[in-house]
Nanobody
Framework: VQLVESGGGLVQPGGSLRLSCAAS????????MAWYRQAPGKERELVAA???????NYADSMKGRFTISRDNAKNTVYLQMNSLGPEDTGVYYC?????WGKGTLGTVSS
C-alpha cells in the first residue's frame, strides 16, 4: 500500500491549496480515508475524513474552509483548502485505514 501526497507549498494568507493523495494497493472508494495535519511543535490532528459510504467530517476549525473529496476512477483523495491562515501551516498527511503517506508541507506566510 502506498499513499502519496502532493500539492503542498507556500501560499499567502487568504490563499488556497489543493492537496492530492494518490493511493495504490488500497481502494479509496472502499475504505475510510482522512487527512491529518501536524503543525510545528504540535501533535498530529484530524483535518477531515470521508467514510466508505461518503459521509464526511471536519475538524471544527476547518469547517466551511476545507473540502475533502475523492475520485474513485483516479483512486485519489483531495483536500481543497481555502481562506488559509498562518495557523494552517503544517505537514498534511493522508491516512487510509492503517496506512499513512509521508506528508506534504503547506506553509502559509506573507
Amino acid at each position: 500500500v502506498q499513499l502519496v501526497e502532493s500539492g503542498g507549498g507556500l501560499v499567502q494568507p487568504g490563499g488556497s491549496l489543493r492537496l492530492s493523495c494518490a493511493a495504490s494497493g488500497i481502494y479509496v472508494s472502499l475504505n475510510p480515508m482522512a487527512w491529518y495535519r501536524q503543525a510545528p511543535g504540535k501533535e498530529r490532528e484530524l483535518v477531515a475524513a470521508i467514510t466508505r459510504g461518503g459521509s464526511i467530517n471536519y475538524a471544527d476549525s476547518m469547517k466551511g474552509r476545507f473540502t475533502i473529496s475523492r475520485d474513485n476512477a483516479k483512486n485519489t483523495v483531495y483536500l481543497q483548502m481555502n481562506s488559509l491562515g498562518p495557523e494552517d501551516t503544517g505537514v498534511y498527511y493522508c491516512n487510509g485505514v492503517l496506512y499513512w503517506g509521508k506528508g506534504t508541507l503547506g506553509t502559509v506566510s506573507s
